[in-house]
């Protein structure tokens, strides 16, 4: 009778530890390995098989390389803050009014540097004259950022400086007679504007950035006359497979899955046929065929793992200095270079398909002298995509010889 009583009691307190699990655990959005123990348990009648698995099940669904992660974003939660500082001021965390994170940088908020903003607008003028005297067209586009000009998501006491720095920057552009195409409208007037960001990182859905892709065709076919056929940019000629909780962002890496969740993370597909060869400058990757195995990364959704997997990288496969992705399906298109930070990791691939050799640099990475290497490459086009918070950052816009 007494060893019965000490299961007895042993059953109930891993039963109220796993309910307490999943409580916590149902933050995540997604049916964890025990929330679906605690389910067959109460079907078979069998208390009996939580105690056998629940120790594997809670490690896997809390991640026990990251629990102190995982329980302090949950205490977060449960006590209603809505921002948790970091050892790096640039990685402080706050929650939007929408539920989404942001990162919030709390040395900078508010601020915009016009000076810096004019000499960052000068240097762009720079370049799009050196190109112009080679006969090659330049267009600067600004990407969306995460937070909504005029929309108050941070909050109360915290500012943020992206969208003010981007439209001063895209003034001097405009007075400086420098091509610009601003997103921002574009992705105001459509659709939710939250719905295009993921919540738990700061990047784009690929759902924004085909989007963006469709509309910037369009820009390209009107402004320079280089045509992507429609059949291409038709959503209905792609699949769409979601991979449900599968993302866990740069953002929600720092506070962990229970302070706002994961993402889904969506897998385009082309219906139509493709053949494109994708190759890294260091020689790191030379990978060819269709669309899904050359300028995608399937290997990075093999699997999911929240905290050591990045499924953003599935498209393009990362940043790297520079990349080159040839169409063979398209070889009267545009040789296009684009001048990019890690929002065109998604927007690239559907971008390759518009042209028939697209080159990516990144100049956080990139070393050597930018203009010889656009002169090697001898494109009829250079593009510059950056984020609206971008716009703040000097290495973006160091177009001369670098380091």
């Not at 490690?59 to 390389?65: I, V, Y």
């Not at 500082?85 to 929650?95: L, R, S």
Request: charged share 20%.
């Amino acid at each position: 009778m007494k060893r019965r009583n000490t299961i007895t009691a042993l059953q109930f307190l891993l039963l109220t530890a796993a309910g307490l699990t999943l409580v916590l655990t149902a933050f995540v959005g997604g049916e964890g390995k025990l929330e679906g123990l605690l389910k067959s348990a109460v079907r078979e009648r069998d208390p009996g098989a939580v105690l056998s698995e629940a120790e594997s099940a809670v490690n896997s669904d809390l991640d026990r390389d990251h629990l102190f992660i995982q329980l302090y974003g949950g205490v977060q939660r449960l006590s209603g803050r809505r921002m948790i500082q970091d050892m790096v001021a640039g990685n402080t965390v706050a929650k939007l009014s929408t539920g989404a994170l942001n990162f919030v940088n709390l040395g900078t908020a508010g601020q915009v540097d016009q000076e810096a903003v004019g000499r960052r607008a000068q240097a762009t003028a720079e370049l799009a004259a050196k190109l112009e005297v080679r006969g090659i067209h330049y267009l600067y586009i600004a990407a969306p950022q995460k937070i909504q000009r005029g929309a108050e998501l941070l909050p109360r006491g915290l500012e943020e400086s992206g969208n003010a720095t981007c439209d001063a920057y895209l003034a001097e552009l405009d007075r400086l007679g420098v091509d610009y195409l601003d997103l921002r409208p574009v992705f105001e007037s459509n659709g939710i504007y939250s719905n295009w960001f993921f919540r738990t990182d700061h990047h784009w859905k690929p759902e924004a950035a085909f989007f963006a892709w469709q509309y910037l065709s369009g820009e390209l076919d009107l402004r320079y006359g280089y045509e992507t056929l429609s059949i291409l940019t038709n959503p209905n000629n792609w699949s769409t497979r979601v991979l449900d909780d599968f993302f866990l962002g740069s953002q929600g890496k720092r506070v962990g899955s229970l302070y706002a969740g994961v993402d889904d993370f969506t897998i385009y597909t082309p219906k139509f046929d493709t053949n494109l060869t994708y190759t890294n400058s260091d020689g790191s990757f030379d990978r060819s065929g269709p669309f899904a195995q050359s300028v995608c990364f399937p290997e990075r959704v093999e699997e999911r793992d929240w905290f050591n997997g990045n499924p953003y990288t599935y498209y393009s496969g990362g940043d790297y200095a520079m990349a080159t992705m040839v169409n063979h399906n398209n070889p009267k298109g545009p040789k296009v270079v684009l001048l990019r930070e890690s929002f065109s990791c998604a927007l690239a691939p559907f971008l390759a398909l518009s042209c028939s050799e697209l080159t990516t640099i990144d100049l956080r990475y990139f070393s050597g002298d930018l203009m010889d290497t656009i002169r090697e490459l001898e494109p009829d086009l250079v593009l510059t995509l950056y984020t609206a918070s971008s716009t703040g950052l000097d290495n973006m816009f160091n177009f001369d010889t670098t380091e």
